[in-house]
């Protein structure tokens, strides 16, 4: 091969090298300088099992068995928001989460108990200790939570006197029906019955499923505790047997005085303690 052929060809690399390094290059210099341009507009993605994929969607996040509440750059405007809402005499209420699969933590009834008490940290001298409430509730496990962060919790401003007078509760995953203490009659709400007929009416019509999990307070022997969860939990499947549902299409069972939802220090928690919490399984 002839010196200029080789010299030719030696440009022709040099420059594509060149070429291609100087656009590298140039992105580069321009985030690091600030002038982020279009390099900036496609958010880079981590791996699937990375667990760092989870933690920019939540502002507050835990990690599996762990009661320490973590948070990121996005906690201050949730505070913010929290806040905002605090009006005369309203009370903020909240709520840890967690699983049922996760240890039970030193000092505390349940995993949400710790965290709740450990959110309720975050917010220091802003709120007065007597106008926040300290609730717990259970959460399905999905899988790879005991791997990756996860939300665990929530927050609820809420007028004292109507929350007592509320015999029926519905979340976003399930219904709760309470009791009076040591009883296995619902009390009077007609709201109850309407709800548990509607309901029945549905799971005549799609042949979907119930779970009825029964719950105490922590007066009196666990074992009891146990059987009275059950006869509550029968009890609400007995009203929608008797408006049309399968007796096959209800599971009743009992949690006893295991999942507490506040505290049985006060007469109020313990109350809201005594229940039974009605979930649908929905139909794929």
Not at 72 to 99: C, H, P, W
Not at 196 to 209: F, I, P, S, V
Request: aromatic content about 8%.
């Amino acid at each position: 091969m002839s010196l200029p052929l080789r010299l030719l060809i030696a440009f022709v690399v040099w420059l594509l090298y060149f070429l291609l390094t100087y656009n590298g290059c140039r992105d580069e210099l321009c985030y690091a300088c600030g002038d982020k341009g279009e390099a900036t507009t496609e958010a880079v993605q981590p791996s699937p099992d990375s667990a760092m994929a989870a933690i920019p969607k939540y502002p507050i996040y835990f990690k599996w068995a762990d009661t320490k509440a973590y948070t990121n750059e996005n906690f201050d405007s949730l505070r913010q928001v929290v806040l905002a809402g605090m009006k005369d005499k309203n009370i903020l209420e909240i709520t840890g989460m967690y699983f049922e699969g996760e240890p039970k933590p030193d000092g505390f009834d349940n995993q949400g108990f710790a965290r709740a008490e450990q959110i309720r940290a975050l917010f220091g001298n802003a709120i007065p200790d007597d106008r926040v409430r300290i609730r717990a509730r259970t959460m399905d496990e999905e899988a790879g939570v005991r791997e990756n962060p996860f939300s665990a919790s929530g927050f609820d401003w809420i007028v004292p006197e109507e929350k007592v007078a509320e015999t029926v509760e519905e979340l976003d995953d399930r219904i709760i029906i309470r009791f009076p203490f040591g009883s296995t009659e619902k009390e009077y709400d007609p709201k109850v019955d309407e709800y548990l007929k509607k309901l029945a009416e549905r799971m005549k019509q799609t042949g979907e499923k119930v779970t009825l999990a029964g719950h105490t307070d922590n007066v009196g022997e666990e074992e009891t505790n146990q059987r009275l969860g059950m006869q509550r939990a029968r009890a609400i499947k007995g009203i929608l047997v008797g408006f049309g549902a399968g007796a096959d299409q209800v599971e009743a069972s009992s949690k006893g005085e295991s999942q507490p939802v506040a505290s049985n220090d006060t007469e109020e928690g313990r109350h809201e303690n005594r229940r039974v919490e009605v979930r649908l399984i929905k139909k794929q």
